[in-house]
T-cell receptor, first 113, second 113 residues
């Protein structure tokens, strides 16, 4: 069984740039959720994708967008990067069941200068 | 908006001592999940509680869900150095998409051998 993988591991960008983060879900999982974890904080829900459509969104602006592909992998895109976007971005896959266990990937550490 | 609060923020214990972290939600939850994040790692699912007043045990870990489904606790008996990490509770609202977990800020546990 292959776990959740994310790429890249680390990324450095400057303010105003755009970034794309990638996630491959665990085998058999059809749902992907993205979280932002600032240093010393708990993960904050960005959005979730199921069957290639957004299935719930947290309190994040539209410059945070995503995609899910037929193989259930996913991308998180962030436009017009701000300094406060510096964080660990976590992808979690699961089955589309109420309260299903989230399997987190190792995360992408994004630094915005 | 809904908030999930955790206390304490930090806990330092001697190996063999007990440890408890508490989680409180501003709203009634559908269920609550607990995750552990080791330093430099990603959150790993520990358990899910669904029923009012539910108590679950995993070896030295005991999890409780309050009668009103607004609070929860995690108790570790006789801590070991392998218990080091940050423990997060994450609540799911009724009607919320299953990925929209609201995480607390976590309790960081350090264990002195």
């Amino acid at each position: 069984e292959t776990g959740v993988t994310q790429s890249p591991t680390h990324l450095i960008k400057t303010r105003g740039q755009q970034v794309t983060l990638r996630c491959s879900s665990q085998s058999g999982h059809n749902t992907v959720s993205w979280y932002q974890q600032a240093l010393g904080q708990g993960p904050q829900f960005i959005f979730q994708y199921y069957r290639e459509e957004e299935n719930g969104r947290g309190n994040f602006p539209p410059r945070f967008s995503g995609l899910q592909f037929p193989n259930y992998s996913s991308e998180l895109n962030v436009n017009a990067l701000e300094l406060d976007d510096s964080a660990l971005y976590l992808c979690a896959s699961s089955l589309i069941l109420a309260g299903a266990e989230q399997f987190f990937g190792p995360g992408t550490r994004l630094t915005v200068l | 908006g809904q908030q999930v609060m955790q206390i304490p923020q930090y806990q330092h214990v001697q190996e063999g001592e007990d440890f408890t972290t508490y989680c409180n939600s501003s709203t009634t939850l559908s269920n609550i999940q607990w995750y552990k994040q080791r330093p430099g790692g990603h959150p790993v699912f520990l358990i899910q509680l669904v029923k009012s007043g539910e108590v679950k045990k995993q070896k030295r870990l005991t999890f409780q869900f309050g009668e009103a489904k607004k609070n929860s606790s995690l108790h570790i008996t006789a801590t070991q150095t392998t218990d080091v990490g940050t423990y997060f509770c994450a609540g799911l609202n009724y009607g919320g998409s299953q990925g929209n977990l609201i995480f607390g800020k976590g309790t960081k546990l350090s264990v002195k051998p």
